[in-house]
């Protein structure tokens, strides 16, 4: 007892009032208070509830667009096309050799930026989902309207030609893709609440461009609107955001976890575009891998210098590991799970 009353005598008599006394106001409350805090402790617990609920959705159709059948996960061959005509098809002895669908396709002309193909004698294609008949012009993925798309294996396998500079790439898919059929789910970091930050998108004069290099080595100059500056831990960061058409401004960044938990050439997140008060949010729960972290046959754009921070963002997608284990519904368990969404440019 006289141990207790010394160890009283110690703590300075205001604090030990207030201590003394916040049990007895806490009591004293008028129902109109105690109301008031519940309706608050009610919403902060929806507030999160939706937090997680959309962090889920959101993992969710990030999966769904991955596997569609012609996901990013759907690739399996980018080939280069040189000027000139060139024979195609899976069979050795062709040119161009694909990896999936007939030993013959037909023949494949670049001449001055005009794509010409004319398909082998007998084989079955289809030209954008109709009959192919004949020989035809494709176009590439810079005509305003999208590429050309030539079907085959009863339309379980698409060619488009895409464009990269000046150079131009034929693209396959198959929805029997190893890269498909196998995939194991995506490891996330688990979803926070902090680091969905509030942040200031300062503008850059019109028509300013930003140089990207993307996977393959080629270099676009890329509308560059302005860029995003945040604050994390007292530090404030900056990231120039580039603008593809669209609701929303894409930021390809890298940070202290690349290369170390997360993919070594950065990772992607959109953001809505700014407020009239330039305010913009940024989920980093939602940062998302590039399709070359899935693929091989991906050309993904690279993090300028500019985006190369000096933070570990500990949120959002990890590095895709092909043999890891998933979890049911495709996802290792690690916090709520969702290319984008396909990333674009890529």
Same mark, same amino acid.
């Given at each position: 007892?006289?141990? +207790? ?21 806490a ?9 008031? +805090? ?12 939706? $937090?997680?609920? &959309? ?5 969710? !159709? ?6 569609k ?10 080939? #280069?096309? &040189?000027?000139g005509?060139?024979? $195609?098809?899976? =069979? ?5 050799r694909?990896?999936?669908?007939p030993? !013959? ?25 109709? *009959? ?11 005509? /305003? +309207? ?31 893709? #190893?890269?498909?059929?196998? $995939? ?12 969905k930050?509030?942040g200031?998108?300062?503008? !850059? ?17 890329t ?29 390809? $960044? ?35 891998? *590039? /399709? ?29 590991? /092909?043999?890891?284990? @998933?979890? #049911?519904?495709? =996802?290792?368990? !690690?916090?709520?799970? *969702?290319?984008? +969404?396909?990333?674009? @440019?890529?």
């Amino acid at each position: 007892m006289a141990a +207790a009353c010394a160890l009283l005598r110690l703590i300075p008599r205001p604090l030990l009032c207030a201590a003394l006394l916040l049990p007895a106001l806490a009591a004293c409350d008028s129902p109109q208070q105690q109301a008031q +805090a519940q309706r608050e402790a009610e919403q902060v617990a929806a507030a999160s509830e939706t $937090f997680a609920r &959309d962090e889920q959705l959101w993992r969710e !159709h990030r999966r769904e667009e991955l596997l569609k059948p012609d996901g990013w996960t759907s690739l399996i061959g980018l080939h #280069p096309i &040189d000027e000139g005509s060139h024979y $195609f098809g899976s =069979d050795p002895d062709n040119g161009i050799r694909v990896g999936a669908g007939p030993e !013959h396709f037909g023949m494949l002309t670049l001449t001055r930026g005009k794509l010409r193909f004319v398909p082998e004698r007998g084989a079955q294609f289809t030209l954008n989902d109709q *009959p192919l008949k004949g020989a035809a012009t494709l176009l590439a993925d810079d005509y /305003p +309207a999208g590429p050309s798309k030539i079907g085959f294996d009863a339309g379980k396998g698409v060619l488009t030609v895409i464009k990269r500079g000046d150079r131009y790439l034929l693209r396959v898919r198959h929805s029997e893709a #190893p890269t498909l059929t196998g $995939f194991k789910g995506i490891d996330y970091w688990p979803a926070q609440e902090d680091w969905k930050i509030s942040g200031k998108f300062v503008a !850059h004069p019109a028509g300013k461009t930003i140089d990207i290099a993307n996977i393959i080595g080629t270099i676009e100059a890329t509308p560059n609107p302005g860029a995003i500056e945040f604050e994390r831990d007292g530090q404030t960061y900056r990231i120039e955001a580039l603008d593809q058409g669209g609701d929303e401004l894409m930021l390809v $960044f890298a940070d202290r976890t690349s290369g170390h938990t997360s993919y070594s050439a950065g990772r992607f997140l959109d953001v809505a575009r700014p407020n009239l008060q330039g305010k913009v949010i940024l989920d980093f729960n939602k940062a998302y891998n *590039p /399709p070359c972290a899935f693929t091989a046959y991906a050309t993904c754009p690279l993090p300028p210098p500019e985006n190369r921070l000096n933070l570990e963002v500990l949120a959002g997608e990890k590095t895709y590991k /092909p043999g890891a284990a @998933a979890a #049911p519904g495709g =996802d290792t368990q !690690h916090g709520a799970k *969702p290319e984008t +969404a396909a990333a674009p @440019a890529s």
